[in-house]
């Protein structure tokens, strides 16, 4: 299963949903409904959207107010854009755009009021982040706009029970993160951090909250497919010992029902400073 496949997406889309900070989803459908007044189609635009898993997300949490609102789903991938189109093609008001997010100036940005991504930062480099950062700012002097990124891997990954080799397991999967991932190389779990600097040095109030995977055996296959997914990434980019892998992998999947993990990861929420807690 690869990285962005409709397979995986999926198969993550649940512990996502339940794993996204609450707090920020609600204030960001606030920040969102203070300005119904003011606007008449309110419009997120989504970077990365995948099979459109945050809109799904937001529709989720209020149906009657998600129905006004207004999404430009933008992703490089047409195979994802295409299943989210046919997922949704009873819904009017969202536009597909398939684009290359490095291209940050041809996005399609202006006149939103709410820019999301989720699983997407802890891809990017720094010199991604300080660009978009610039643009946010830009883009927040002409009119109020919100930013929402959630699930930005923040490298903290815990298992029940415990193997001796969870800790070198780690830290080479970690190193595997700051790879370059399409964006020149990667901040990894150092992401979420980075952001939320260059966010507040632009003018933004940030709001953070961990969101982490906490899975156990009610979510075994994707245990096992994150399993895999170590195992691969491991095997491919670092010097590990194949045996002492192989003996993880062996060990990581006799425990997958019986054991637990968990996977850090971070949400941000950031809004223009004028706009205070809601
Ligand atoms: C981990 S997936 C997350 C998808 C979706 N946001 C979700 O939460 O299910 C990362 C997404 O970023 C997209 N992506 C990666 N690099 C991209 C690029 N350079 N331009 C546009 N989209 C990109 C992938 O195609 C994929 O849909």
Not at 92 to 108: G, I, T
Not at 187 to 213: I, T
Request: negative net charge; glycine residues 4%; contains cysteine.
């Amino acid at each position: 299963m690869s990285d962005f496949s409709v397979e995986w997406l999926a198969l993550r889309e649940s512990a996502d949903a339940r794993s996204r900070d609450a707090r920020l989803l609600h204030n960001a459908l606030s920040f969102l409904q203070n300005q119904k007044s003011m606007i008449s189609a309110l419009t997120i635009a989504d970077l990365g959207a995948g099979t459109g898993s945050t809109m799904r997300m937001f529709s989720s949490l209020n149906n009657k107010f998600a129905e006004e609102l207004w999404w430009r789903l933008i992703d490089s991938d047409a195979t994802l854009l295409a299943e989210a189109k046919r997922r949704h093609k009873d819904l009017k008001q969202v536009q597909y755009f398939k684009l290359d997010l490095n291209e940050l100036v041809k996005l399609p940005l202006n006149n939103t009021q709410l820019i999301t991504a989720s699983a997407l930062f802890d891809l990017v480099s720094a010199e991604f982040i300080d660009a978009f950062a610039d643009m946010m700012k830009t883009l927040s002097e002409k009119s109020s706009v919100g930013f929402y990124s959630s699930l930005n891997y923040d490298g903290a990954i815990t298992w029940e029970p415990s193997h001796p080799l969870d800790e070198t397991v780690l830290y080479a999967f970690n190193e595997d993160q700051r790879r370059d991932k399409g964006f020149g190389l990667a901040l990894g779990p150092d992401a979420n951090a980075y952001l939320r600097e260059k966010l507040e040095n632009s003018g933004f109030e940030v709001s953070g909250a961990p969101s982490p995977w906490q899975l156990d055996n009610a979510d075994e296959n994707l245990v096992l497919e994150l399993i895999s997914g170590i195992a691969n990434a491991l095997t491919s980019s670092s010097k590990f010992d194949r045996a002492a892998l192989a003996e993880w992998v062996a060990y990581r999947k006799a425990h997958v029902k019986s054991g637990s993990c968990s996977v850090g990861h971070q949400d941000i929420l950031a809004l223009p400073e004028n706009i205070h807690a809601i």
